[in-house]
């Protein structure tokens, strides 16, 4: 089992949807979970960033982690076209020498 | 302020060719990683560097080598380069630990043919 398994795609919605994403993770020890969004031949852009559980909002974005469940969320509302990207979950222990793990990402469409 | 950049954007390679990738950022950053992106595999960690002078193995680090002689500075190297190697690499650059943000190059494409 992967460390962070994503939600296979792609994902195509109407302009104005509402979008979930979803990544589960295995590892009990990550504490910082993130979200990355990369358009086309790109390199990934930080999106969101939440330490442990709880909910974190930034605009028409909503993270969500619940370390119960090992479960992290990104939510979108009124998604526009501009949303259109590959988003990336990301989660890391922090401390010394941490490091990233990576979902493999999911391509979303969004459709005018 | 640049942030991170990557030299070149693209490249193509024939099979045993060697070639430097270089990672340039102006943050002043300690720490700086290579990844490689394929499709349906996501980023992949090779190496990674905690501060000048220092480097260490990542997810995937076989067929790469790494040096970092200066902290703007992140070169991998490919000493004979394998079709294995086709994909998208991205550098990337953190402050230091406690802000786990990394912030990403634009990546470069290699293709080995």
């Known amino acids: 089992q992967k460390e962070v398994e994503q939600d296979p795609g792609p994902l195509s919605v109407p302009e104005g949807a509402i979008v979930s994403l979803n990544c589960t993770y295995s590892n009990s020890a990550f504490q910082y979970f993130m979200w990355y969004r990369q358009y086309s031949r790109k390199g990934p852009e930080l999106l969101m960033y939440?330490?442990?559980?709880g909910n974190k909002e930034d605009g028409r974005f909503t993270a969500q982690v619940d370390k119960s469940s090992k479960y992290i969320s990104l939510f979108i509302r009124d998604s526009q076209p501009s949303d259109s990207a590959t988003y990336l979950c990301?989660?890391?222990?922090?401390?010394?020498?941490?490091?990233?793990?990576f979902g493999k990402g999911i391509t979303l469409s969004v459709r005018p | 302020n640049a942030g991170v950049t990557q030299t070149p954007k693209f490249r193509v390679l024939k099979t045993g060719q060697s070639m430097t990738l270089l990672c340039a950022q102006d943050?002043?950053?300690?720490?700086m990683y290579w990844y490689r992106q394929d499709p349906g595999m996501g980023l992949r960690l090779i190496h990674y560097?905690?501060?000048?002078?220092?480097?260490a193995k990542g997810e995937v680090p076989d067929g790469y080598n790494v040096s970092r002689l200066k902290k703007q500075n992140f070169l991998l190297g490919l000493e004979s380069a394998a079709p294995s190697q086709t994909s998208v690499y991205f550098c990337a650059s953190l402050q230091s630990q406690g802000s786990e943000t990394q912030y990403f190059g634009p990546g470069t494409r290699l293709l080995v043919l």
């Open positions: 990301a989660t890391s222990r922090g401390g010394a020498n941490s490091k990233l793990t």
């Open positions: 560097s905690v501060g000048e002078g220092t480097t």
């Open positions: 943050m002043n950053h300690e720490y």
């Open positions: 939440t330490y442990s559980s």
